[in-house]
C-alpha cells in the first residue's frame, strides 16, 4: 500500500468510525496497520472501535502500542484506562490514568475511573473494604455501588476470596446483599 493509499485508507476508516460503522472501521484500520504496523493513530483507531464495539481484551493491545507512540495524547491513555479497568487490570489502569494525567489535564470521569481502580486494586490486595471504599470517595450511596460492582467483577474474574469479603461488607451495610 502506497502512503498516499494508506492515508485514504485512514481517512476512509476515521469516517467510518465516525458513521458508527464498526466493521468498517476495523477493516479500515487493520488493511492501515498491514502495510504499517505501527501507524500510531492507526493503533488508536482500532483499539477505540474494538472498545467501542465491547470487545475490551481485544481493544487492549492496539490502545497499549499506540499509548507507547511519542504521538499519544492524554485521551489515548484515558482510553487504555478505560478498558484496563472494564478488563480487571486495576493497576494498569491507574498506571494509564496517572500518564494521561502528565500529559495534560485527566477528565473529571476519568479521574471518577482512576479513583473505582485504587479501590478495586485494594479490596484485591486485601484491604479492609471500608479502607479501600475511601480510596474512592463519594457518599455511602457511591460506595455501595461501588461495592456491588466489586462483587459482580470479582465474581466473574474469579476473584472468590475478595468477592466474598465484599458480599458478607454488603450484608453488614446494606439491608439487600
Do not use: K
Amino acid at each position: 500500500m502506497s502512503q498516499s493509499s494508506a492515508i485514504d485508507r485512514f481517512n476512509r476508516a476515521v469516517e467510518a468510525s465516525g458513521a458508527g460503522l464498526g466493521d468498517e472501521a476495523e477493516a479500515g484500520f487493520r488493511a492501515v496497520l498491514e502495510a504499517q504496523p505501527d501507524h500510531a493513530e492507526a493503533l488508536f483507531g482500532l483499539g477505540l472501535t474494538l472498545m467501542a464495539a465491547g470487545r475490551h481484551p481485544e481493544a487492549l493491545p492496539p490502545l497499549q502500542r499506540a499509548s507507547e507512540s511519542r504521538l499519544a495524547e492524554p485521551v489515548w491513555l484515558v482510553c487504555l484506562g478505560q478498558v484496563q479497568y472494564l478488563t480487571g487490570d486495576f493497576a494498569g489502569a491507574i498506571d494509564a490514568f496517572d500518564r494521561a494525567r502528565g500529559l495534560g489535564n485527566l477528565p473529571a470521569n476519568a479521574g471518577r475511573v482512576r479513583a473505582r481502580a485504587a479501590a478495586m486494586r485494594a479490596m484485591l490486595n486485601g484491604v479492609l473494604i471500608d479502607d479501600a471504599l475511601s480510596l474512592y470517595g463519594g457518599d455511602a450511596e457511591d460506595a455501595v455501588a461501588l461495592a456491588r460492582e466489586a462483587f459482580a467483577t470479582f465474581s466473574s474474574a474469579n476473584h472468590p476470596n475478595a468477592a466474598r469479603a465484599v458480599e458478607a461488607w454488603l450484608a453488614r451495610n446494606t439491608s439487600e446483599a
